[in-house]
C-alpha cells in the first residue's frame, strides 16, 4: 500500500508487534476507529494495561496513528508519552535522541520523560520536537510528515540535503549532496519509490547534476 528513526535493542525491535522494512509501509486496524500506519523501517509494541487502557511504544522510525473514537490511548517513545483523549491524527517520529509530534486534527498532550509534571498540549497545524528533558517551541506541522501515506514526499522550500535525507530513509545505499548544493530548496511533489523519477525531477528543477558511481552510491553536485 505505502513504501528511521529511534533506536532499540535489535532483540525488542524483531519482537515488536508491528513492524516495516526499509521502503515498506503498513496499515492495521487496533481497535473500532483506531488505525495505525506504519512507516519505513519502524516496529512498535503494543502493551495495554489491566485496565484496558490502550498503550503503544514506538521502538523506532515513524508511525501515524488515527483515532475516531473518544478513548484515551498512550504512545510512548524513549523520550516521553503522548496522550490522545479524543479524536485526533497524529504523526510521530522516534529518532536517538529526540520524537517530532506532528498534530494534522484534534489536539493531544505531551510528558517528557524526566519531566512528568511539565504537561505540553499541542492542536491541529502544530508540530513540536521533545527529548527526555525538554520540549522545543510549537512550529507549523510540515506537510510532509504524512504525505508518505500517498508514497510521495512533499517538499515545500526544503534544503537539498534535508530532502536528500528524508529520501535515504526509504532505500538502501549512500546519496551525498556536495556542500554547494546543499543549502539549495526546492518545492514539489517527490516519489518515494521511483528513483530515476525523483532524480529527474530534481534535474529539472535544480541546477544539480546526478552522478552515479555505484548502483548503491548517487552523489548531486552543483552545474
Not at 483523549?85 to 529526540?98: F, G, K, L, T
Not at 498540549?121 to 528533558?133: C, K, N, P, T, W
Not at 519509490?193 to 547534476?209: H, I, K, N, W, Y
Request: hydrophobic share 40%; proline share 3%; with cysteine.
Amino acid at each position: 500500500m505505502l513504501g528511521g528513526g529511534a533506536y532499540s535493542v535489535p532483540w525488542q525491535v524483531y519482537a515488536a508487534d508491528y513492524r516495516t522494512a526499509k521502503g515498506e509501509s503498513q496499515r492495521w486496524i487496533l481497535a473500532e476507529g483506531v488505525t495505525l500506519y506504519l512507516n519505513t523501517d519502524s516496529a512498535l509494541r503494543r502493551q495495554d494495561t489491566v485496565a484496558g487502557l490502550m498503550g503503544l511504544m514506538l521502538l523506532q522510525g515513524e508511525c501515524l496513528l488515527e483515532s475516531r473514537v473518544q478513548q484515551r490511548i498512550n504512545l510512548m517513545t524513549s523520550q516521553g508519552t503522548i496522550t490522545l483523549a479524543s479524536p485526533c491524527r497524529i504523526d510521530v517520529r522516534s529518532e536517538r535522541q529526540e520524537t517530532t509530534l506532528a498534530v494534522f486534527e484534534g489536539e493531544v498532550s505531551i510528558h517528557a520523560a524526566n519531566q512528568t509534571q511539565d504537561v505540553r498540549r499541542i492542536v491541529a497545524g502544530q508540530q513540536i520536537r521533545f527529548s527526555a528533558s525538554t520540549c522545543q517551541m510549537a512550529e507549523p506541522a510540515d506537510a510532509f510528515r504524512q504525505s508518505w501515506l500517498e508514497g510521495v514526499l512533499l517538499a515545500d522550500n526544503m534544503r537539498l540535503d534535508s530532502l536528500m535525507r528524508e529520501y535515504a530513509r526509504y532505500h538502501n545505499g549512500y546519496f551525498p549532496v556536495e556542500a554547494n548544493a546543499a543549502a539549495l530548496r526546492i518545492s514539489g511533489v517527490f516519489p518515494l519509490q521511483d528513483s530515476q523519477r525523483f532524480f529527474s525531477a530534481l534535474t529539472r528543477t535544480l541546477p544539480v547534476t546526478v552522478e552515479q558511481r555505484f548502483p548503491w552510491w548517487v552523489s548531486l553536485r552543483s552545474r
